[in-house]
């Protein structure tokens, strides 16, 4: 199975601050990558797919870029609502697993 | 509306055995690969189980194989995952979700259930 590697796994950060998630795979996947934002109680929702690409309804602040085995999720001028667990996930392979998520907090 | 009610969640003994049910409406069900995801008390997301739209092909994570079986019946608009000798570390919120593409090879997801709560006593 192929393993995804996230980091940090938390992140301390203000209102306003640009901040980045990396996820590595143990294999390429090309770019089947996506994120997704997950807060307490609540189910995942997805952010970004094929590495890149913004789901609709996403604010622009979120973007993501990688490819093969090293990706980057980035959010320009964090906001309030923006705190929260980032999870980044690989569908190269029908068995899809998860990296296993950044906190990121109010410093 | 298009959305994902999930149902069947309980508290059972190790050994025992539940059957998890998400009901979908609001778009082509039998078109898409649908998804169980789990999550342990304060722990990370892990894929559990997939099936394609028509239901022919079904995969699964290694601690569950053999025990767990997910189907779907599109008649009803209803995935199921059923769960046969539990142990506690299946013990999680169970999430059933929709892959964002039809036919979903290369699709993440895109549509989530409210989540059900199974809780296996040892």
């Known amino acids: 199975d192929i393993q995804m590697t996230q980091s940090p796994s938390t992140l301390s950060a203000s209102v306003g601050d640009s901040v980045s998630i990396t996820c590595r795979a143990s294999?390429?996947?090309?770019?089947?990558l996506a994120w997704y934002q997950q807060k307490p109680g609540k189910a995942p929702k997805l952010l970004i797919y094929?590495?890149?690409s913004l789901e609709s309804g996403v604010p622009s602040r979120f973007s993501g870029s990688g490819s093969g085995t090293a990706f980057t999720l980035t959010i320009s001028s964090l906001q309030p609502d923006d705190f929260a667990t980032y999870y980044c996930?690989?569908?190269?392979?029908?068995?899809?697993?998860f990296g296993q998520g950044t906190k990121v907090e109010i410093k | 509306e298009v959305q994902l009610l999930q149902s069947g969640g309980d508290l059972v003994q190790s050994g025992g055995s539940l059957r998890l049910s998400c009901a979908a409406s609001?778009?082509?069900?039998?078109?898409?690969?649908m998804t169980w995801v789990r999550q342990a008390p304060g722990k990370g997301l892990e894929w559990v189980s997939a099936?394609?739209?028509?239901?022919?092909?079904?995969s699964y994570t290694d601690s569950v194989k053999g025990r767990f079986t997910v189907s779907r019946d599109n008649s009803k608009n209803t995935l199921y995952l059923q769960m046969n000798s539990l142990r506690a570390e299946d013990t999680a919120v169970y999430y059933c979700?929709?892959?964002?593409?039809?036919?979903?090879?290369?699709?993440?997801?895109?549509?989530w259930g409210q989540g059900t709560l199974v809780t296996v006593s040892s």
């Open positions: 979700a929709k892959s964002r593409a039809s036919g979903g090879t290369y699709s993440p997801l895109d549509l």
């Open positions: 609001g778009f082509t069900f039998s078109t898409y690969t």
């Open positions: 099936i394609s739209g028509g239901g022919g092909s079904t």
């Open positions: 294999q390429s996947i090309s770019s089947w």
């Open positions: 094929q590495a890149s």
């Open positions: 996930q690989q569908y190269n392979t029908y068995s899809r697993t």
